[in-house]
Structure formats: structure tokens, C-alpha cells
Antibody
Framework: QVQLVESGGGLVKPGGSLRLSCAASGFTLSDYYMGWIRQAPGKGLKWLSIISDDTYYTDSVKGRFSISRDNAKNSLYLQMNILRAEDTAVYYC??????????????WGQGTMVTVSS | QSVLTQPPSASGTPGQRVTISCSGSTSNIGSNSVNWYRQLPGTAPKLLISINDQRPAGVPDRFSGSRSGTSASLAISGLQSEDETDYYCAAWDDTLNGVVFGGGTKLTVL
């Protein structure tokens, strides 16, 4: 069964750090471009980052967040530093569908909640 | 403020056909394909329409997509009560060098 399972969310103070993990099963993570998308409470979807042979980030997280993957563990990660209250959201790990479209994400994790608050 | 513009709400009666628009610019919809997502309450979004008008396996043919110029549309025919949820459009933006989403449209089945 093709599946993504996120972990690592929780409560963190402003300025703190958190590392999200995403375990893939049912497929080989290294065969796909992978990414992270978040959704603040009651708000819409916001793309954060994607990793292919290169890495791409939305402006608001550049220099603070870092995406990486461990092919041996079939896992994706998001290292989040200098967290702000506005980073509070559900974070989804996503798989980009095979093909030319960079905004087609065919597999989503269940999401992990990150709360940034003092 | 989202880069792609969707109406915040839409509505229709059972059996009706409704469309949801997604407006962008030459750097996103005008030069890249559009994908649509459906998000049921409390769950992760699901890919509904890919590459402008392609239905992934398992998506009923009641759902269709189109793209023209810098705009795209999602059409839902034979509206059902279970279609009452949130819909999002997305596209790659060549200027921002990233994926941009619409703000989402909440569809109500009256």
C-alpha cells in the first residue's frame, strides 16, 4: 500500500526548531520528487518545498527550513529552524506525481500538527 | 492573498452543474498545467484533476477540468451532497520558482 506517514510535530516555542519526518511505504522514495505543504488552522494550502535533484522553497521559509531525504530509510525530512507563530499549521508530506506537472501531488500523508507558541 | 484567485464560495442544488474558476497569470497558469484538489473536512487533500483536464484513477467522470489562457475551471456535474467540501487549484509559477495555490473554494450543496 502506497503511503506516507509524518511524525515529529508538536509544540515549540518561538525561535525554536523542529524536525519533521515522513516515512514512505509501498514505493521507493528516491524515484520521486517529494515535498512539503502546510495548512494553517482554518486556512488554505501553502506549498513550502520540493526536492528533486535540487531543492526549492517558498520565500517565507528560505534560510529557515531545509528539506532532505534519506533513501536508505525511504524517508523525507523537513528541518525547521527559527520558528514563528505564523508557522503554526498542519504539515503534509507529499509525493509529486510522475510527469511534467510540478504541482500534481498524488500521495499525501495524514499530516502532523506544529504549534509555535510561548 | 493567494497568487491564484478562486471564489471563496460556490453553491448548487443536487443534480446541477457547477463550475469553480481559478485565475492566475502568464507566469503560472499561462505557462504551466493546473491541478485541482478536493479536501474533505479533517482529511488530507486529494488530487482530483491533474494536468488541466486529466482524471486520476478512481475520480468519477462527473469531475472535469479545463484551462484557457491564464484561467482554469473545475466543473462538477450531477452535483451530490458529498461534493460539499473545499476545492483548491494549484500551478507551478515560473517567476516565484515554486508551486502556488488558490485560496480555496467552499462548495455548498443546497
Amino acid at each position: 500500500q502506497v503511503q506516507l506517514v509524518e511524525s515529529g510535530g508538536g509544540l515549540v516555542k518561538p525561535g525554536g526548531s523542529l524536525r519533521l519526518s515522513c516515512a514512505a511505504s509501498g514505493f521507493t522514495l528516491s524515484d520521486y520528487y517529494m515535498g512539503w505543504i502546510r495548512q494553517a488552522p482554518g486556512k488554505g494550502l501553502k506549498w513550502l518545498s520540493i526536492i528533486s535533484d535540487d531543492t526549492y522553497y517558498t520565500d517565507s521559509v528560505k534560510g529557515r527550513f531545509s528539506i532532505s531525504r534519506d533513501n536508505a530509510k525511504n524517508s523525507l525530512y523537513l528541518q525547521m529552524n527559527i520558528l514563528r507563530a505564523e508557522d503554526t499549521a498542519v504539515y503534509y508530506c507529499v509525493r509529486k506525481a510522475v510527469g511534467i506537472s510540478w504541482s500534481a501531488f498524488d500521495i499525501w500523508g495524514q499530516g502532523t500538527m506544529v504549534t509555535v507558541s510561548s | 492573498q493567494s497568487v491564484l484567485t478562486q471564489p471563496p464560495s460556490a453553491s448548487g442544488t443536487p443534480g446541477q452543474r457547477v463550475t469553480i474558476s481559478c485565475s492566475g497569470s502568464t507566469s503560472n497558469i499561462g505557462s504551466n498545467s493546473v491541478n485541482w484538489y478536493r479536501q474533505l473536512p479533517g482529511t488530507a487533500p486529494k488530487l482530483l484533476i491533474s494536468i488541466n483536464d486529466q482524471r486520476p484513477a478512481g475520480v468519477p467522470d462527473r469531475f472535469s477540468g479545463s484551462r484557457s489562457g491564464t484561467s482554469a475551471s473545475l466543473a462538477i456535474s450531477g452535483l451530490q451532497s458529498e461534493d460539499e467540501t473545499d476545492y483548491y487549484c494549484a500551478a507551478w509559477d515560473d517567476t516565484l520558482n515554486g508551486v502556488v495555490f488558490g485560496g480555496g473554494t467552499k462548495l455548498t450543496v443546497l
